[in-house]
Structure formats: structure tokens, C-alpha cells
């Protein structure tokens, strides 16, 4: 896989691989076809007014110096589909427990959670969402006002997929 912050970016070196794969082929009397060459996705932008509201929530959920800010990551996450739609703020729960021997990062076999961190994650999402609906934060402006064929094309969906919703409105 190839992973960019930045979709602009993965836009051009994709375009860039299907050239050379094609100038590569042609070059040799071949033809190539690309199943599942997917397109680059969306980052993660987390908005800074719902960072506020997230950091102030966990203050007042948990206590002062809880929330950090985490850095940069190179996952994959469709969670970037709905910031699209919708300012918000993506955030992880710690459910790592050194007491307990729960050390192991994620998509490894010695992976665990401390289960006793859920109810706290639960907690701090809760309250985020009072403290949306008590704030007078408007998101009008900030909502997807495109139609859902460019909501669609602006996330790198397969071109296959989008035609079959163009289709289904027709």
C-alpha cells in the first residue's frame, strides 16, 4: 500500500503507477488491466472548534491534563468520509493497561484492550455530545452542500460505484 497525507498527492502517484505499469507494458509488446486499483481516500481533518469541544469535554468528564493531542498516523480511516459531510474530531480511547501486561499496538497477536477503559471512552463521547448540543457551535456553513455524486467522486470512491448511483436517480 501507499499511504500520503496528503489526496492531491495520491492522486499524482497514482496516475503516475498506472503510466509506468502502461509505458512498461506497451514497451514490451503487452497490455495490462488493473482489477481493484483503488484511489486515494481523504485524510483526517479534525476541525479545530470540535477539538476545543472535545478536549474541553474530556476536562470536564475526566479532569484537567487527560486529553493529548496525538500525532500525525498513517492508518487508513474511513472516519474521513464523514468529516466530509460534517465538521468533528476523531479521537482515540486509551484502553492500554501496563499493570496489566496490555502493552501490544494494534493488528498484533499479542493485541488486547483493557476493557475497564470502554466505560470511560463511552463516557467521554456522551459527554462531547452535550457539550455539542449545550454549545451554540453551528455547522451550517461547514456542512457538504454538493450533491452526493461529488460527495462520492471528492472521497476516491470507484468510479463503478459512483455510475451506479447516478444510475439509481435516473
Known amino acids: 500500500t501507499v499511504r500520503l497525507f496528503d489526496r492531491e498527492q495520491g492522486l499524482a502517484f497514482r496516475q503516475a503507477f498506472v503510466d509506468m505499469v502502461e509505458n512498461t507494458c506497451k514497451a514490451y509488446g503487452c497490455e495490462c488491466e488493473f482489477l481493484g486499483l483503488n484511489y486515494p481516500g481523504i485524510g483526517v481533518y479534525n476541525d479545530p472548534q470540535c477539538v476545543d469541544m472535545a478536549f474541553e469535554a ?86 457538504w452542500k454538493g450533491s452526493l455524486v461529488d460527495f462520492l467522486n471528492s472521497t476516491g470512491t470507484y468510479p463503478e460505484r459512483v455510475k451506479l448511483v447516478e444510475e439509481y436517480k435516473e
Not at 77 to 93: D, H, M, R, T
Not at 106 to 120: A, Q, R, S, V
Open 58 to 143: 474530556v476536562k470536564n468528564y475526566m479532569g484537567e491534563g487527560i486529553a493529548i493531542e496525538g500525532q500525525p498516523w498513517m492508518a487508513s480511516e474511513s472516519f474521513s468520509s464523514y468529516q466530509k459531510l460534517a465538521p468533528g474530531v476523531l479521537c482515540f480511547a486509551g484502553i492500554r493497561n501496563e499493570e496489566a501486561g496490555i502493552t501490544a499496538d494494534h493488528h498484533n497477536p499479542m493485541f488486547e484492550i483493557d476493557e475497564e477503559g470502554l466505560k470511560y471512552s463511552c463516557g467521554v463521547y456522551v459527554a462531547y455530545a452535550l457539550q455539542y448540543l449545550n454549545n451554540s457551535f453551528d455547522t451550517d456553513e461547514k456542512k
